[in-house]
């Protein structure tokens, strides 16, 4: 019989919380995307996403106006998140190395990307997650499949930053398909070892054009709709995400309800009890259940915790139309003899 000692959605209110939209790796012309912040800022919007990060690149070495590193703040481009309905997120990728991204950190100054710090952006990842953390950010690993990384190197990143709490298993489409097996293995190398930090799935558009954007996702689910909201959801895991290979390009994908641009499942809530976890959802064909190292269980809305096929975690993959799959954020299971730490 397994217990869950980490529970993602335990402190959600599934009648109260908001279901909020969100884009969390976009791109712009203050880096190497096509369009304009304005313009990106729009296409979001125009697709009903509540919350939306611009993470422009650190710096492009010889292209003048991308020393400032952030994209921020919208007012800037002539746009205002209060008037659009939407929650800002400052955001930055570092990617003069292995790509990691930055939120909620500040501008970065021309002296820090260009001076001082340049030449350990290219050389130490650790170094910059530290930065992160410094300012009081949280940071995500970007598509580690683009990487010849071992199991161990990313280990040993979670280990040491609290703050670092996601990786990405989903990047423009799915161009980088073992990163969920990637994910899975890190899960069970880290639970196994007796960790009870996070290590929360990320999927993202990493747009650099319009057609790039609408087909990965979050669902973030909030008390309220501001900052301090989804840092807090963002840590605890407080959210699932998307990947619909259609994307939001046609209303043929609105649900007419929640106003989501797309056939993806919907969950309605979780619930976790001594003996089992239970999901309820709409517009999904088949809930599937997948424990260490990717093994597949049974598919059902009811996982029950005394299988003895379950190791350290489980999370679950709902289905729907079209290829649309809805991705849980695992659940931390230990034996129910252990005692609570």
């Known amino acids: 019989m397994k217990r869950v000692v980490r529970n993602p959605y335990a402190g959600v209110d599934w009648s109260s919380h908001a279901r909020c939209k969100a884009s969390m790796h976009a791109h712009t012309t203050q880096s190497d995307g096509t369009q304009s912040p ?3 800022i729009d296409e979001h919007h125009a697709k009903r996403y509540d919350i939306l990060a611009l993470t422009d690149h650190d710096a492009i070495p010889g292209r003048p106006g991308t020393e400032r590193g952030s994209t921020w703040p919208w007012t800037s481009y002539g746009r205002d998140p209060d008037d659009l309905g939407m929650l800002a997120v400052e955001g930055n990728e570092f990617s003069l190395i292995d790509h990691v991204n930055g939120y909620f950190t500040g ?20 170094w910059i997650i530290d930065q992160i953390g410094v300012r009081g950010g949280l940071a995500q690993i970007n598509h580690p499949g ?12 979670f280990d040491r930053h609290r703050h ?7 990047n423009q489409g799915d161009r980088c398909p073992q990163d969920r097996q990637r994910w899975d293995h890190l899960l069970t190398a880290m639970r196994r070892a007796g960790s009870r930090y996070p290590l929360w799935g990320s999927s993202v558009d990493d747009s650099h054009q ?13 008390p309220d709709r501001d900052e301090a909201a989804l840092r807090e959801a963002m840590s605890a895991g407080a959210y699932w995400f998307v990947h619909d290979p259609r994307g939001a390009s046609d209303d043929r ?6 106003g989501f641009w797309t056939a993806a499942p ?9 003996t089992a976890i239970t999901i309820e959802a709409t517009r999904y064909d088949t809930v599937r259940w997948v424990t260490d ?9 009811r996982l029950a915790l005394d299988d003895e096929r379950l190791g350290t975690y489980v999370r679950a993959v709902l289905r729907g139309d079209g290829r649309a799959a809805t991705y849980t954020q695992p659940f931390y299971l230990e034996a129910a003899d252990v005692a609570a730490g």
């Open 107 to 126: 501008v970065w100054t021309e002296e820090e990307l260009r001076g001082g710090t340049h030449d350990r952006f290219a050389e130490d990842l650790p």
């Open 146 to 157: 683009r990487y010849d990384r071992s199991l161990s190197f990313y280990l040993e990143l």
């Open 210 to 222: 319009a057609s790039h954007i609408g087909r990965n996702y979050h669902v973030y689910l909030l």
């Open 164 to 170: 670092l709490h996601a990786i990405e298993v989903f």
């Open 266 to 274: 919907m969950i309605e809530r979780i619930d976790v009890t001594p």
């Open 293 to 301: 190292d990717g093994v597949i269980l049974d598919d059902g809305e």
């Open 253 to 258: 994908h609105d649900d007419g309800g929640s």
């Open 38 to 40: 304005a313009a990106v």
